[in-house]
């Protein structure tokens, strides 16, 4: 598998994803300048976190409006996997390949922690290695990561089975104490109909590394490997 | 121009008299400017250069010591470190959100013009009195909030920091940015323009009229009506600064870039003098070719302008075109402003016309300032101890919630401090912050002060804050590597205040002599006082101390692991609670004997307590410091929730009260935990070297008891503990935890 890191202006995690990707078995990575290079030979894309183009007017909106999210798109149609992470999640919504908005935190600050996240959808290409009810601990880092959909479009969501994580306590349950952002039913990330779009708030590659959990655990890795293992055409 | 119109500038009658005796002549108005702003007390050190000379300033690793953007440090297989530290006080007094982000862009700018990756931010604060301020939380709320603005979006984690709650910085907040950044040694570069016929390039955001003037705002005292200097503020602009960083990271691996330094404290006046000065050359520039971000700047303002997110780039003539290539795809703008000379001088042309020539290394040597210094008649300290509270669990307690001591949870939650993904020990974690490093070792960051203990005795006070920092970092096992310093006072025209700066500088100068470790950089801010109320901060020397460990089980965290581990007290408590918190939030007392800052003993401490990490005898490790011995226990009981049983008969002491033991805050002191199969080995390690110390008690249960020779100290459950130092800042500002 060969997975482009796409590097707009402002991206921030760019070296870290890289650094994950490079350290997954399997797994050949490029970091690629937004506005250079054919993203056709890759097998999976992944937009990182940070704060592109500054996060001027909204988070992700000018990059979501970038040449680049027209090439991004085409590949996401065809069913490559498509990872958001933090503002890579913000610049997807904005760019109308997720649904929903990603709103202002309830607290009204930045929040750096680590969180508890229960696994509810193991179907995505990234979330094939984990069970599903599995509790995964992952950092955040966002000012702008409260998930809101209007009711409907909320309803299709979990009919469907597209939200993949939930922000739990330690116990799994999704309570409003586990909740760090004030998002709708805890939802910390969703996925598109076809579930090879997916777009979180918390960062796996800051938990890829058990020397860099404060629990020595690595549950970030989970999200790289379960790429590794498909074949090309996605499956 | 008129005595009155320079008056209006900084410059002294002193200085205005060599200036025209040495040129011969009438300065320009703009050659005027430029001298103001180099000579100012912000870019010339001129009132400290004489007793900053006496600091140690070399040691093996140091590769570029003071007087550089930053200070370097061979940390082996090719990589360096380097390290640096800037204030933004007035800035952040007027303007807290915008003077607290641009501080952090400027230390960043630091680290970037020695060759160098910023890798971790360090902020160090001080503000009133949070509890009943609401200008103090007004500040510190927009000051946490610049800070985390700037710093997040710029990818560069804030790892560590140290605040501290006074009411002399009611008026005068302090906001020291440090950083640290890690390169390869080849990469290296400095602020010198060596070769004639080289190229000189702006790199960055255009020149504006913000920050005019900046480095002369800094070098006077606050005034009544500060707030209408708010032009002296930049304006931040933490997008440019990220493509700025990540632009000249990339344009560095071609080799090009022959001298750079970063546009700050008197701007383009003070980075030209300085980079021909040191090269030997001069510098010939065409303000015509600057980018302006309005039409009508003058070349006065061209000059002083401090706009941000701008380097400063020496490039060869014929061999830039990389550079500039990767500058472009950046879209970072570029402007070629005029190239190195042979002459010596600083010329400055406006098209045609030559509207400055001075000589560089005139602006660059400013004339010292020799200033008078007087010892304040001494306190007398009474040799009787006060008497206190006899409820120690709940003195305890008031301690854990005072602001000065509870949780920074409210203020490093909003950094984002894993970026970069190096961050091993984060904050709150430990008495450090650690950083993975590219090398494989594992580099350790804290920085400290006191301006409670300062203001009883600077020497002490100073010199305590370096033993303070190099505890924090043989607390997660790391051995001292060097320090930078920051030193903040009112204004040195005033000998008494002068007197206490001088004797800070003295007692780093020994302290660091006595544990040999190096000063590699640092700071001086002067005029930290008020103009309305004529009062000076207390001194506010801060020490900001790496220490590098070599392997990754030699990390030593505080809270306690297991059941049944055995707990060890290192060194001796002293009669020494003068400027404690104790003294301070409970008796009220502000006077006392200040802690003593002793080298040679800190140094045999520090070296057994590295022995037994690295002997893999320790399970967790913890400073005393603020608080004491009673609050070093509660903070190794917080964490994980695990309480201990503890009895200090044995703990090495001078005669004092029990309340004395508990919260003395005598420097050289540990508290380690060990593993009981182990304890017997331990013992003897101890045993073998001259440190005082005593087996204390066991770790256990939900409780922490410390007991004096079977009379019940204090008992206190983990929870109510946590309780009060989770709260402490957020009920402060009126938040619930």
């Known amino acids: 598998m060969n997975i482009a890191v796409i590097r707009f202006p402002g991206s921030n995690c760019d070296l870290d994803v890289v650094a994950a990707l490079r350290a997954t078995k399997g797994l050949k990575t490029k970091l690629v300048w937004h506005e250079s290079g054919d993203l056709r030979d890759f097998d999976a894309l992944v937009l990182p976190g940070g704060f592109s183009f500054g996060d001027y007017l909204r988070a992700g909106a000018i990059a979501a409006r970038s040449p680049a999210i027209a090439r991004i798109r085409r590949l996401a149609e065809k069913g490559i996997p498509v990872l958001g992470v933090c503002n890579g999640f913000q610049i997807l919504v904005e760019a109308g390949l997720l649904p929903g908005s990603l709103l202002r935190n309830s607290g009204l600050k930045f929040v750096c922690k680590w969180v508890t996240l229960r696994v509810e959808n193991n179907r995505t290409p990234f979330t094939r290695e984990s069970k599903h009810g599995e509790l995964l601990r992952l950092p955040i880092a966002h000012n702008e990561g409260r998930v809101f959909l209007p009711e409907d479009e909320l309803a299709a969501l979990k009919r469907t089975g597209r939200i993949v994580f939930r922000y739990t306590d330690d116990t799994g349950e999704p309570s409003a104490r586990a909740n760090p952002n004030g998002s709708q039913e805890n939802i910390a990330a969703i996925c598109n109909e076809d579930g090879n779009v997916l777009g979180m708030m918390p960062h796996p590659e800051r938990a890829a590394d058990p020397i860099l959990d404060p629990e020595g655990r690595s549950d970030g890795i989970s999200i790289f490997s379960s790429l590794a293992g498909l074949d090309r055409s996605g499956n | ?737």
């Not at chain 2, 400017?33 to 000579?39: K, L, N, Q, T, V």
């Not at chain 2, 093996?60 to 360096?80: Q, S």
């Not at chain 2, 383009?268 to 510098?283: D, Y």
């Not at chain 2, 007692?507 to 660091?512: E, F, K, L």
Request: include cysteine.
């Open chain 2, 1 to 737: 121009m008129t005595e009155t119109e320079l008056a209006i500038l900084g410059l002294t009658p002193d200085e205005i008299k060599y200036a025209r005796m040495f040129l011969g002549r009438e300065p320009t108005q703009v050659e005027w400017a430029i001298i103001d702003a180099e000579w100012s007390e912000h870019c010339s050190y001129k009132s400290s250069k004489n007793l900053l000379k006496t600091l140690p300033t070399s040691g093996k690793r140091v590769l570029v010591g003071p007087g550089y953007d930053a200070g370097v440090l061979d940390v082996g297989g090719g990589y360096v470190v380097s390290m640096h530290i800037e204030s933004h006080n007035h800035p952040s007094a007027v303007d807290p959100y915008g003077g607290a982000a641009t501080g952090i862009g400027g230390v960043l700018r630091d680290i970037l013009s020695m060759g160098t990756r910023p890798v971790a931010l360090i902020d160090v604060l001080r503000f009133g009195n949070i509890d009943e301020s609401a200008h103090s939380q007004w500040l510190f709320r927009n000051v946490v909030r610049g800070i985390a603005d700037y710093g997040n979006c710029v990818g560069v984690p804030t790892v560590a920091g140290e605040v501290e709650f006074d009411e002399s910085f009611e008026r005068n907040c302090l906001v020291d940015v440090a950083c640290v950044g890690v390169g390869r040694k080849e990469d290296l570069v400095l602020a010198e323009a060596r070769d004639p016929g080289d190229m000189v390039v702006i790199a960055g955001g255009s020149t504006g009229r913000d920050g005019i003037r900046g480095a002369t705002f800094a070098s006077k005292n606050l005034a009544k009506n500060a707030e209408s200097e708010r032009s002296s503020v930049q304006v931040p602009d933490p997008f440019m600064k990220k493509l700025l960083l990540d632009s000249i990271l990339e344009a560095l691996r071609t080799g090009e870039i022959k001298g750079m330094k970063d546009l700050g404290g008197g701007g383009l006046s003070s980075a030209l003098s300085e980079m021909a000065s040191k090269g030997g050359t001069g510098i010939e520039i065409d303000l015509k070719r600057l980018s302006l971000r309005e039409p009508d700047v003058t070349p006065v303002e061209a000059m002083i302008s401090e706009s941000q997110e701008r380097m400063l780039l020496v490039l060869g003539e014929d061999k830039s075109e990389k550079t500039l290539r990767i500058l472009r795809k950046y879209e970072v703008p570029v402007a070629i402003i005029g190239s190195v000379t042979n002459d010596g001088r600083i010329t400055v042309k406006s098209g045609r016309t030559v509207v400055a020539s001075l000589p560089a290394d005139f602006l660059a040597k400013a004339p010292l300032f020799p200033r008078q210094e007087s010892a304040p008649m001494p306190k007398r300290t009474t040799a009787v101890e006060p008497g206190g509270p006899a409820d120690l669990s709940k003195v305890l307690l008031n301690l854990l919630s005072s602001p000065n001591i509870g949780s920074r949870r409210w203020i490093y939650e909003q950094y984002d401090h894993e970026v970069g993904v190096r961050t091993v020990l984060k904050p709150g974690q430990a008495d450090s912050s650690v950083l993975k490093l590219p090398n494989g070792k594992f580099l350790a960051v804290k920085a400290d002060g006191n301006s409670k203990i300062s203001s009883l005795d600077p020497y002490n006070g100073a010199a305590g804050c370096v033993a303070e920092a190099c505890r924090n970092v043989v607390a997660v096992g790391a051995e001292p590597l060097a320090l930078v310093d920051h030193l903040q006072f009112g204004d040195p025209g005033d000998p008494q205040v002068y007197w206490s700066f001088a004797e800070s500088v003295r007692g780093i100068a020994d302290y660091c002599r006595g544990i040999g470790v190096p000063v590699v950089g640092g700071k001086v801010s002067f005029y930290n006082q008020d103009e309305h109320t004529q009062k000076p901060i207390r001194p506010s020397p801060i020490a900001l101390v790496t220490g590098l460990i070599n392997d990754q089980r030699h990390i030593a965290s505080p809270s306690l692991k297991n059941e049944g581990d055995v707990l060890f007290i290192i060194g001796r408590t002293r009669l020494e609670l003068g400027g404690s918190e104790y003294y301070d939030r409970i008796l009220g007392c502000s006077t006392g004997r200040a802690p003593t800052a002793r080298p040679e003993e800190d140094l045999e401490t520090n070296s057994l307590v590295l022995r037994l990490i690295r002997a893999g005898l320790t399970t967790s490790v913890h400073d005393c410091s603020r608080g004491g011995i009673g609050l070093g226990l509660a903070e190794m009981c917080i964490p994980a929730h695990r309480g201990a049983k503890v009895d200090l008969r044995e703990a090495p002491m001078d005669p004092m009260s029990p309340a004395a033991l508990l919260f003395s805050e005598s420097h050289g002191r540990f508290v380690a935990s060990i593993r009981p199969g182990k304890a017997l080995e331990a013992e003897g390690v101890m045993t073998d070297g001259k440190v005082p110390h005593a087996r204390i008690g066991t770790v256990g249960g939900r409780e922490l008891a410390v007991s004096l020779g079977g009379r019940n100290l204090v008992l206190l459950s983990t929870n109510e503990m946590a309780k009060a130092w989770e709260s402490s800042i957020p009920r402060a500002l009126g938040e619930s935890v």
